[in-house]
T-cell receptor
Framework: DAKTTQPPSMDCAEGRAANLPCNHS???????VYWYRQIHSQGPQYIIH???NNETNEMASLIITEDRKSSTLILPHATLRDTAVYYC????????????FGQGTRLTINP | GAGVSQSPRYKVAKRGQDVALRCDPI?????LFWYQQALGQGPEFLTY????????KSGLPSDRFFAERPEGSVSTLKIQRTQQEDSAVYLC????????????FGSGTRLTVV
């Protein structure tokens, strides 16, 4: 079973920041938070991951609360191409463990 | 190639027919995963290989499903006597073993059983 809870859908205006929340209240100290997205008819695409600290890359920023029970993925300037299903996943640090996907959040970027 | 390649992209099978789906992972990626994605759902884990060893096949839904990776690179997912409920997108992912790296997924094979 997925260890995360996400809203089923969100809307965001093009050019604005999209903030996608995720609850993972049962996360343990040896688990990462990963974010993937899936654009229609494609496989899931890795976005970003983090353990305790906030992370930023060319695609997004990841803000993890101090207690690690929730996180927010931020797309700073959303474009129409960011319309996709976004999955928040927790995964153990050690080994190449399987990813357990939930239902994700369907993000729609509106012009 | 630069990514994970899956073939065929689309497959239509008559009920009862056997099918074979191929995955070419990224060169050097030790671990390979198969997922099944039903329409409107998130991907669900099927099986996992580390090199040629199948370390986890707990997600295979029945003994009609069989996966192999004989030389530790290309993998094949075989479904025998296909049923309508097997209709789904089958995704393959590969990953370097160091956990800091994200998984790279292929575009999947869409199987339709008629």
């Amino acid at each position: 079973d997925a260890k995360t809870t996400q809203p089923p859908s969100m809307d965001c205006a093009e050019g604005r920041a999209a903030n996608l929340p995720c609850n993972h209240s049962t996360i343990s100290g040896n688990e990462y938070v990963y974010w993937y997205r899936q654009i229609h008819s494609q496989g899931p695409q890795y976005i970003i991951h983090g353990l305790k600290n906030n992370e930023t890359n060319e695609m997004a920023s990841l803000i993890i609360t101090e207690d690690r029970k929730s996180s927010t993925l931020i797309l700073p300037h959303a474009t129409l191409r960011d319309t996709a299903v976004y999955y928040c996943i927790v995964r153990p640090i050690q080994g190449a463990q399987k990813l357990v996907f939930g239902q994700g959040t369907r993000l729609t970027i509106n012009p | 190639g630069a990514g994970v390649s899956q073939s065929p992209r689309y497959k239509v099978a008559k009920r009862g027919q056997d099918v074979a789906l191929r995955c070419d992972p990224i060169s050097g990626h030790v671990s390979l995963f198969w997922y099944q994605q039903a329409l409107g759902q998130g991907p669900e884990f099927l099986t996992y290989f580390q090199n040629e060893a199948q370390l986890d096949k707990s997600g295979l839904p029945s003994d009609r499903f069989f996966a192999e990776r004989p030389e530790g690179s290309v993998s094949t997912l075989k479904i025998q006597r296909t049923q309508q409920e097997d209709s789904a997108v089958y995704l393959c992912a590969s990953v370097r073993d160091r956990p800091k790296y994200g998984y790279t997924f292929g575009s999947g094979t869409r199987l339709t059983v008629v």
